[in-house]
């Protein structure tokens, strides 16, 4: 079965300082997978996605992801936190041609 | 930007009353969705819906749910006799294409409706 592990709960940092949000996923083959942003009150955005065509993947507002197969990771970062990347953040693991499965969430918290 | 809507943004029923939710996805868009999630737990896949049929479920999703496409832009979710278990945010998704084995469409989420059953 494939799935997702968000290896953190939460996260803070300041503004201005690297984001890393961590996600290990388990498949027996190469997956589709995706980061995903909900900020309070609104709907789930796609960040950006991985469909085996590049290991680096840029998203919208600077965020990127690295597939590591070695690893079976897919880590994703931002240079820079905003303060209007406060957000919970969710990676995602394709379970088929259809349905996602959700990790479990990480909150990002900035602070000034 | 086209986006997918949804209502309404709440709705409060008492137990034993069914609901039904509705969706409007993006226009072009073939494939369907719907998941939940309950209060402090992630976000869980319920059905996939194409060409008017039901593409694949998940155990959450048994006889007390049932989808439909009732005409060219509404797409819903038919709780048929609530429970307070079902209290949750309930997501709509649609996309363009659904998927080809390994390689998955891109999904575009919905706000969402908050269910609270009483």
């Known amino acids: 079965a494939q799935s997702v592990t968000q290896l953190d709960s939460h996260v803070s940092v300041s503004e201005g300082t690297p984001v890393l949000l961590r996600c290990n996923y388990s498949?027996?083959?190469?997956?589709?997978l995706f980061w995903y942003v909900q900020h309070p009150n609104k709907g789930l955005q796609l960040l950006l996605k991985?469909?085996?065509?590049?290991?680096l993947v840029k998203g919208i507002n600077g965020f990127e992801a690295e597939f590591k197969k070695s690893e079976t990771s897919f880590h994703l970062t931002k240079p820079s936190a905003h303060m209007s990347d406060a957000a919970e953040y969710f990676c995602?693991?394709?379970?088929?041609?259809?349905?996602?499965?959700f990790g479990k969430g990480t909150s990002l918290l900035v602070t000034p | 930007e086209p986006e997918v809507t949804q209502t309404p943004s709440h709705q409060v029923t008492q137990m034993g009353q069914e609901v039904i939710l509705r969706c409007v996805p993006i226009?072009?868009?073939?494939?369907f969705y719907w998941y939940r999630q309950i209060l402090g737990q992630k976000v869980e896949f319920l059905v996939s819906?194409?060409?008017?049929?039901?593409?694949?479920k998940s155990e959450i999703f048994d006889d007390q749910f049932s989808v439909e496409r009732p005409d060219g832009s509404n797409f819903t979710l038919k709780i048929r006799s609530t429970k307070l278990e079902d209290s949750a945010m309930y997501f709509c998704?649609?996309?363009?294409?659904?998927?080809?084995?390994?390689?998955?469409?891109?999904?575009?989420f919905g706000p969402g409706t908050r269910l609270t059953v009483l």
């Open positions: 998704a649609s996309s363009e294409m659904g998927g080809s084995g390994r390689i998955t469409d891109t999904q575009y």
């Open positions: 498949s027996s083959y190469s997956p589709s």
């Open positions: 991985y469909t085996s065509a590049a290991t």
């Open positions: 995602v693991v394709s379970l088929s041609g259809y349905a996602l499965n």
């Open positions: 226009s072009n868009h073939l494939y």
């Open positions: 819906f194409y060409n008017n049929e039901i593409s694949e």
